[in-house]
């Protein structure tokens, strides 16, 4: 194998292999969100899944996470990536990216948020502990109800870096 | 979408999409030990990378991490699946894993800890911030050197539950 050093600073890049999470919450003012989250995994499984996110507290995904303690993690699907750049690249601070975007969507069991249609599978949680290393947010959340489409795994989207995305490929 | 529920306990399943990586580790008394991590994400990338994993922490990588306060994530291929295997069933608290399986290896270029040949790509890594929620430890390291190959995303190997891996598919 022939290995390239990599700037720390690009060094993200190697590890950002987890399925691309949309973050739906809704605001103090009852207004729905949803949000991009690259930097995902499982905290734990017993006695239930525990989910963790990496976020910008600066973004309204925190705020509306801190005020109203919940969130669902929905798994967008590989045919979903332009859902997850256009709903990127704008703040749920000021607009309904719902209606902006005509987001066809339902609303979650337990979780007063919306799950847009066409994702893999979601998962409806409670916050249970944010930790605030540096800049950053780590978001942790106990899994209350999820849902999936059967062999969910094959249809995650996944991102390298700027506009590169792939999608899951055989099972090894 | 047909989606079925999927039980709390269970739901960390579907988000366990991230790429494994090898979490390799010098302990106190000297002897070198890699371990499986599934769940890994990056943490920042300003100034520098950061990487987060999730352990269990009775386990000896976690036991070394605290005594070294380095570690090297090395991210094994979708070829390398029986490495990630046969090192998971075994705890390097009492058996030198590298000669116990003959796993031939580099030394890392500033973190005392040994890279198995054939990985995609690895990052050394200091320490930054280590929380423990409830049962397990999520670790945090600041990247201070890294290597790959071309496009080690399209290399690295995928974790479903139990032996179900997957290697990346096409780029969308």
């Known amino acids: 194998m022939e290995y390239r050093a990599i700037a720390p600073e690009k060094a993200y890049t190697i590890f950002n292999g987890g399925g691309i999470l949309l973050v739906c919450t809704r605001s103090p003012e009852s207004r729905y969100n949803l949000a991009p989250i690259a930097w995902t995994c499982p905290l734990d499984y017993e006695p ?51 209606e902006r975007f005509g987001i066809p969507s339902r609303r979650g069991e337990v979780v007063d948020a919306l799950v847009p249609e066409g994702v893999a599978g979601w998962a409806e949680c409670e916050v249970s502990q944010i930790y605030r290393p540096g800049e950053v947010a780590i978001v942790c959340g106990t899994v209350k109800a999820a849902f999936a489409v059967p062999e969910a795994w094959k249809l995650v989207l996944h991102h390298v870096e700027r506009d590169l995305f792939y999608r899951p490929g055989e099972s090894v």
Do not use: M, W, Y
């Not at 005020?67 to 332009?82: D, M, N, S, V, Y």
């Open 48 to 98: 239930v899944t525990q989910l963790l996110f990496v976020c910008d507290p600066s973004h309204a995904t925190f705020h509306n996470i801190e005020a109203t303690g919940t969130f669902i993690a929905a798994l967008p699907t590989f045919r979903q990536k332009e859902l997850v750049l256009k709903t990127g690249e704008v703040s749920g601070k000021n607009i309904d990216k719902f």
